[in-house]
């Protein structure tokens, strides 16, 4: 997502501040993009560093992702399970796919606005399966795994049992506010209000 500056007054002049750089210094972290390895690789190393500047103090990852790339979502997740920190999650717009794994794995309270929805799907090939036997016998091994790792993931986060899971990642799962709290995708419904004052 394009980054956006705002013009901040100090001793030296006027310089450009990005939107994100402002809310990093307030503990608060965007996953506004489709997941991939560069956005998965900084929204980690973020975490940690906060977890480790102050592990008392909660931070908060604000999400509006459609999801992406399996393995570099596994990065982000373990960043969350690990962080010192414990690290509050909302959803403001949508949640979908890893994004969604991601938003359940929250450790310090999971929120979400009450016009925001979530989805959950098995996972897919990001492109043209091509190859010869071996390889593509060898991507279907791969998914499989996918799937294994998110669904016990999910199972672990939701308290469902593995069969509910399976029925809801069976297909594309659209969960409004109130069906992902029912779900256990979140804790709680949330209002713009709260989160502008902090009261979550």
Known sequence: MREFYIPLK??????????????FLNRELWLDSAIDDDSAL???KQILLLGREDPNTPITLYICSGG???????????????SAAPVRTVVCGEACSMAAVLMCAGTGGRYILSHSRMMLHEPLLGSKVGGNVTSIREISKSLEKAKADIDEILVLH?????????????????????????FGLADRIVTMEELMKGEF
């Open 158 to 182: 939701t308290g469902k049992t593995p069969e509910e899971i399976a029925e809801a990642t069976g297909g594309e799962h659209y969960f409004s506010a109130e069906e992902a709290v029912d």
């Open 42 to 44: 900084l929204l980690a």
């Open 68 to 82: 992406g790339a399996i393995q570099a979502g596994m990065l982000i997740y373990d960043a969350i399970r690990g």
């Open 10 to 23: 100090s001793a030296g002049g006027f310089h450009d501040e990005s939107i994100s750089a402002r809310f």
